[in-house]
């Protein structure tokens, strides 16, 4: 069970330390289950010098496929490792839709990260229109299949529509959604899009469910442990 806060572009390096302090006290007791955080690039080594000697991870968001080289704004696997970061999200949807990730960069980026030594959490879910078309499996399908199941591969099923609207996936589209990945890639399944401390126990509960992403609910230490703590009870 893998519980891991996306936090998108919120918390600079001084917010970053104080939440880790907390974080750290708030899940000191807490035992067999995985957490990481994904705070922003500048944030990330404050973040693992705070989390160090701790189970709780910290892993970017993003992460170019090439070692170094001529790519304006982009940052390397090594350079992550050489921070101390273990992991990284790979094909968020706002990376897809803001940013014009395409199912061949997210498995670039997720093939360099893996061959590099991190671990990586890819990002795949159908919008609101595709579900309304029937299409969601095609949609997961296509995702899923630039991939290939590795030791460090997890899977992140994050329905578009769910994602910061409040509107959570019900347990039965969900538990279909990870069944039919898990069909695909033999990979864990996380479920992101709108866990709160309310859904999280009924969510990760679920058979084919082995963690969550957790967007805004990871901002706050309270509400991100009360998730945790869920997870550590299913
Ligand atoms: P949310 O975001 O929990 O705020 O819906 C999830 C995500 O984007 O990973």
């Keep these: 069970m ?8 919120y918390k600079g390096p001084a ?3 104080e939440f880790c302090v907390e974080l750290k006290r708030a899940l000191a007791d807490l035992e067999g289950i995985e957490i990481a955080v994904c705070p922003p690039y500048t944030s990330l080594a404050v973040a693992v010098q705070v989390l160090a000697g701790t189970d709780i991870a910290v892993a970017a968001q ?4 090439e070692a170094e080289g001529a790519f304006t704004g982009e940052v390397s696997a090594q350079m992550l490792r050489e921070l ?6 790979v094909g968020h949807s706002e990376r897809r839709q803001y940013f014009g990730e395409t ?13 590099a030594g991190l671990s990586v959490i890819a990002c795949v879910g159908e919008t609101d229109e595709e579900r309304e ?13 630039v991939l290939e199941a590795e030791d460090n591969l997890v899977v992140a099923y994050e329905p578009v529509w769910a994602i910061g609207t409040g509107k959570t996936a019900t347990p039965e589209i969900a538990q279909d959604a990870h069944a039919f990945v898990k069909s695909l890639l033999d990979v864990p399944v996380l479920y992101g899009g709108s866990v709160k401390p309310e859904n999280a126990a009924e969510l990760l509960a679920l058979p084919d469910v082995d963690g969550a992403l ?4 990871s901002l706050d230490v309270e509400s991100f442990a009360s998730i945790c703590l869920s997870a550590t009870r299913s």
């Design 2 to 9: 893998l519980i891991a806060g996306n936090w998108k572009m």
């Design 15 to 17: 917010e970053t330390a």
């Design 62 to 65: 993003n992460v170019h496929w």
């Design 84 to 89: 101390g970061v273990y992991g990284a999200i």
């Design 103 to 115: 199912d061949e960069t997210v498995a670039k980026r997720a093939k360099a990260a893996i061959d």
């Design 133 to 145: 078309r029937g299409e969601t499996e095609d949609v997961l399908r296509r995702q899923a299949s």
């Design 214 to 217: 957790v967007g805004g609910a």
